[in-house]
């Protein structure tokens, strides 16, 4: 099968090239038109589909790469293919730093911010001399259609190819977890905000390069044009209609819009715009997964998972433990005095906690008591007014999330947060992954980890497809996989059957015995009671008692505070 | 479409059946251009298409050129320069017509001017700004008064009335840059003194603080290097924030009767140079200026002129080649001398237009008068300018 499609592929490329290199002009200048739009909808796909950063201004580097490739044409009178060159080195160099500012923006902040970011660079063209000014400037054009159409040709090629290995690759598993759940990507160790700086960086390359070809083949550069949003327009709706966020949508939803839009351009030049317009609306409202989206489940269309589980049977004893961890009682992360106020509210109000070595925390409270507060203090989610935490004896307030389970840390969420749009093997993957270096490391882990949690017959699947307990098993299943050595759940096992729990159980008993602590939030105590070694006791964001859990269950400030507002919350979910 | 492939097969049999001659006799000399007509540039542009369209009428009534009728293809640009150079792709590729014209502007025929001259096609140009014909492209002729020397009558009417400041404002294009640059270098050469000049980019819109830095230094002359739109915008500022000078002249934007209707009163007294008037004792000017009339009920601008003039200049050279040869087209025009409606055509080794010259108007009471050279002139300037009532 594969062999078939790298064939067909091959054919269809030297088809391609063959029908650039020996056609009519017309037939060139056409076959460029639509391979360049299918490049810069790749481009866009990258950024946009893969890493869920909806982009308002990608034109930005189409526009970059244009006037890259023109002043050095220009400056240093170099051959085309330097100038080209140029722009997809260049335009990446320049896409950092505007990451950098960028990326901190998300959602439709970014969409407008890139958009803004077009707009000013659309007019930094047109004040410098460099570039020359408003109404643009002449440069030199491609010695024939046909060269600019072979070019072209070749070098989409290259780019679809190079989408296709970062989309079966550790960093495009990562791409798509982070657009799936960026927090949850973060509390599994990847470094999100690198891996979007990355993908900016590379669709910058893209586009670029895009528009070093556009203004090559037309031997003109002008502001408004370079940095023009109808390209921009076009792009997304390649993609709508193609299929977001997938390897070979950009492809065919290339191949038909801009088809499409070239008849349209050849026989009613002046309607083009309009109509391209009510299709984009059209595609929107009709297949909002595009034509990927209409075959995603046929078996040629399907994702295939990254990589695939060691088969059953097969050791797994090359996966090391995290750390060498002692057996002995020690305090491994302690808070002191840890406070965090949001405006006036005291969400958590100087709480001592400690927990040791190779046993179990509890941590209860009722609703709006400060304990999910408490986790992210504790994960570095969030970082405390006043006080200290400490891991292993060394502060980590003020470090980002993502070092931490790096560091032995991992934490999971209240609600469930796994990568939808992954498959259950590389909801694992991706945090195993994230772990160790090597691949065959990773995929010994997340495969021990998937039997761990007995859902290794579902490897295949696709999240929903789980029950809301095997969802929860997952998430902790996808802890495992960094062997910590501090575990926090955060009501980790609400959902789940007795025998769910049961596995649980087993799970992070084995964590334990090698010395790690486990801190969990319940609000089913009969969930953990069986494993807390000790109970911590919050209310109004303050501690109102510890102890082992027989004794704090008795204590009447807990009874009263705890059980009675208990009851007073139910009371008002039921008026 | 299928009618289309009909019609094509149809074509090539019967021109495979009957004799080349009788079968060019019947096939059109397709002309092909893109032109302005929405946007900011459609009062220019279509004084253009007129005189196109009324060569072309003339020619076909007389029998065509090479006993061909003549066809205009074209297409709105609407002003964008990559839209035009993507229909002169599709013109030479898809609608492959035998003669290029020139968008309107000097920036848009920077922007087509590659992809025709790699086609190895003839462009006769009506657009004014030199690197087009700066000997990078050998197939593109200028048919029209080049944009260093526009400016230059008002030059000389100032040196007769002995003034000796001035202060520019220029549009920054390739014109604006252009005429200003050769205007700044004439009129120190003359011993007059630029005391400001600024450039303001195409999409400005508030010209209250250039108008009030140009009349800073109290010139004699204010001189705007401009289009239509910004002609208009600067000239409302500087009677808003009462500027004045003894001379105010503007390119391009006061040939056009828009330019009156939208100002009324305050486009009085502004000079404006031009390449032609329908005054113009030149060659055939006087049936033409009738023919325009008759036609349009308008009177014939310089834009309608030399648009007028360049199809004819087309008919002259092919008659002279007595076929559709590009190369030998693009000869003769490089060879071809001239009496245009517009002056004496000719052009030097790269293209450049060096035969047709400028005169000046000068909107009085409503109208616009030829005043400068005084040989030609239909009236006396009025000078100074009297200010703003």
Redesign the interface.
Known sequence: MNMFKLAAGFCFVGAGIAVAAFG???VA?TLFQIVLFIMLAIGWNIISGFTGYVSFGQVSFFGLGAYITSIVALQFNVPWYVGLAAAGVIAPVMALPLGLIMLRLSGIYFALGMFGLARILQLIA??LEITG?????????????QLAAVVCVSATTLVVLLTYALYRSRLGLSLMAIRDDPVAAESIGINTFKAKIIAFCISAAVGGIGGALYVWN???V?P??AF?GTIELQCVLIVLAGGIGTAFGPVIGGLIISSFSTYL??NF??EQQAILGIVTMFVAIVTPGGVAGLFANSKLWKRQSLWRPIEAGATLSNVTPFRASGQDRKPILTCQSISVHFGGVRAVNSVDVTAYRGEMLAIIGPNGAGKSTLFNLMSSFLKPTAGRVELNGISIVGKKAYTLPHQGLVRTFQTSRLFSSLSVWENILVAANSRYGKKAEAIAAATKALVDVDLLSHWQDSVDQLTPGQQRLLEIARSLVFEPEVLLLDEAMAGMTMHEIGRVHQALKRLMSRGAAVVAIEHVLPAIAPLAARVHVLDFGTTVAEGIPAEVMRNPLVVEAYMGREDAESEKQHA | MLQAIIRRICTIAILGCLSPALAQAEAPIKIGLAISETGPSSPPSLFELRGYELAIQEINQAGGILHRPLELVK??DQG???TA???Y??L???DRVDLMLSPYSA?LT??????VN??GRVMLTVTSAS??YDG?YSYIVQGITPAARIMLPLLDLAKSKGYKTLSILSL???LG?EASKALTAEAEAAGMKVLFHETY???TTDFSALALKAGEPKPDMILGTTYLADSQGILRALKAQNVTAKMIGFSIGPIEPEFYKGLGGVAEDIFVPTSYFPTLKTNGNEEFVKNFRAKYDLDPTYHAAVAYAAVKTYAAAIERVGKIDQDAINKALHDIELDTVVGHFKVNANGAQIGYSAYLLQWQKGKQVLVWPAAEADADPILPHPGWQ
Do not use: C, H
């Open positions: 009519s002009g017309f200048q047109s004040e000014g408003p109404m643009g400037t002449s440069i030199p054009i491609a010695d024939s259609p037309i031997g003109f002008d408004a044009s023009s351009w050849l030049p002046l | 297409y709105d964008n320069p990559s150079a993507q229909l792709q599709k030479l590729t898809s920036d920077a922007a087509v001017a590659p992809i790699r086609a690197d087009s990078r920054n294009n390739r840059a980019s195409p999409i």
